[in-house]
């Protein structure tokens, strides 16, 4: 089946870019759906980041657009997310999942990467 | 967008039913799927309910959801309560290309 495995720095600087990436197995990333990251503050609740297709149309977070970049590499069956100049706030956990048009449903997900932020 | 409210915590004993309510803050609860996940401690959320009351496969029918337009609000029941079903709880919908998720809500099984 389906699954979803996220890669990257485990520890980023403020005011560095977080860069994480999403290798899907099981499934090709061209088969028609979006692609999605949600991040997890640590005790704290979900939130979305955004989405991608195949084809790299993008939809962001208003909250986090101005910072916020994913793309796509159909050749590797990877998605990825980079997120700039980062502060503490965007300490979390870093969850890829699919995503069936834009929050119709998120399945299946990550495991999920702790990203923390410090100099 | 509108926002989604959860209680923050709900606790019942093992074998009882229990139902987690989700209230949206602007917008018709019925022009929007509503989803839900439990998040088991350390573990990455998973899906038990999409489109309303859709259970996935493999999700047990212990498990059943509702939207209820006249509170403009969405619900998650669990019977047949299990230590298992300790977990958070998130409802989870979407509007104009933007994913919303509630604050969740903490179930103990006690």
């Known amino acids: 089946q389906m699954q979803l495995q996220e890669s990257g720095p485990g520890l980023v600087k403020p005011s560095e870019t977080l860069s994480l990436t999403c290798t899907v197995s099981g499934s090709s990333i061209t088969s028609g759906f979006y692609w999605g990251w949600i991040r997890q503050p640590p005790g704290k609740g979900l939130e979305w980041i955004g989405s991608?297709?195949?084809?790299?149309?993008?939809y962001y977070n208003s909250s986090l657009k101005s910072r916020v970049t994913m793309s796509v590499d159909t050749s590797k069956n990877q998605f990825s997310l980079r997120v700039n100049f980062v502060t503490a706030a965007d300490t979390a956990v870093y969850y890829c999942?699919?995503?069936?048009?834009?929050?119709?449903?998120?399945?299946?997900w990550g495991q999920g990467t702790l990203v923390t932020v410090s100099s | 967008n509108f926002v989604l409210t959860q209680p923050h915590s709900v606790s019942e004993s093992p074998g009882k039913t229990v139902t987690i309510s989700c209230s949206r803050s602007s917008g018709s609860i019925a022009s929007n799927f509503v989803q839900w996940y439990q998040q088991r401690p350390d573990s990455a959320p998973t899906l038990v309910i999409y489109?309303?009351?859709?259970?996935p496969s493999g999700v047990p029918d212990r498990f059943s959801a509702s939207i209820d337009s006249s509170s403009n609000s969405a619900s998650l029941t669990i019977s047949g309560l299990t230590t298992e079903d300790e977990a958070d709880y998130y409802c989870?919908?979407?509007?104009?290309?933007?994913?919303?998720f509630g604050g969740g809500t903490k179930l103990t099984v006690l």
């Open positions: 989870q919908s979407y509007d104009s290309r933007h994913v919303l």
């Open positions: 489109d309303d009351n859709q259970r």
């Open positions: 991608i297709s195949h084809s790299n149309t993008t």
């Open positions: 999942a699919r995503d069936i048009n834009i929050g119709r449903r998120i399945d299946p």
